[in-house]
T-cell receptor
Framework: RKEVEQDPGPFNVPEGATVAFNCTYS??????FFWYRQDCRKEPKLLMS???SGNEDGRFTAQLNRASQYISLLIRDSKLSDSATYLC??????????FGTGTRLKVLA | DAGVTQSPTHLIKTRGQHVTLRCSPI?????VSWYQQVLGQGPQFIFQ???????GRGNFPDRFSARQFPNYSSELNVNALLLGDSALYLC?????????????FGPGTRLTVL
């Protein structure tokens, strides 16, 4: 089993739709979680950290479910500019970031 | 403020050659991590350095090595290049070495091995 798993997609959604991605992880001792966004042939950019209590930043909401070992990202009112690959990150030990393979999102006009 | 910078942006090498990639972290950041990203995959952790010391190493062969300088910039070296080393090499900087610190990525170096 992979340490971090994501549905690769693509998720094709119309503008204005709400879309959610999940990311499961295998190490129950993982402490920190993040979502990154990566545009084609660009570097990953930090979207948000994921806290135990969940957090929201504008149209984006991230949740952590430790019992079921997954994190989620909800995007409301999707924009064309949200089209990208969304990478989840789970930390391992004291220093290591483990990335999922990413979920591709395409927002359609 | 300048973000993470990497050089060169693109590089073409042949099998068996050696390559050195460079990274300058965000001002004030003392930790640099290196990742390899092949097409269709997420970045894979190679090394982390903090205060010029190696703090972590991923599952990469000894052909991969790195170092960090007193100004916190870093170099990644890869010897005896293989076709499979073709990838985007990303450098990320963070304030400190602990994993809860957010990491910020540079634009990457795209390495092609022929």
């Amino acid at each position: 089993r992979k340490e971090v798993e994501q549905d690769p997609g693509p998720f094709n959604v119309p503008e204005g739709a709400t879309v959610a991605f999940n990311c499961t992880y295998s190490n129950s001792a993982s402490q920190s979680f993040f979502w990154y966004r990566q545009d084609c042939r660009k570097e990953p950019k930090l979207l948000m950290s994921v806290y135990s209590s969940g957090n929201e930043d504008g149209r984006f909401t991230a949740q952590l479910n430790r019992a079921s070992q997954y994190i989620s990202l909800l995007i409301r009112d999707s924009k064309l500019s949200d089209s990208a690959t969304y990478l989840c990150v789970v930390t391992s030990g004291t220093y290591k970031y483990i990335f999922g393979t990413g979920t591709r999102l395409k927002v359609l006009a | 403020d300048a973000g993470v910078t990497q050089s060169p942006t693109h590089l073409i090498k042949t099998r068996g050659q050696h390559v050195t990639l460079r990274c300058s972290p965000i001002s004030g950041h003392k930790s640099v991590s290196w990742y390899q990203q092949v097409l269709g995959q997420g970045p894979q952790f190679i090394f982390q350095y903090y205060e010029k010391e190696e703090r972590g190493r991923g599952n990469f062969p000894d052909r991969f090595s790195a170092r960090q300088f007193p100004n916190y910039s870093s170099e990644l070296n890869v010897n005896a290049l293989l076709l499979g080393d073709s990838a985007l090499y990303l450098c990320a900087s963070s304030l400190a070495w602990a994993s809860y610190n957010e990491q910020f990525f540079g634009p990457g170096t795209r390495l092609t091995v022929l």
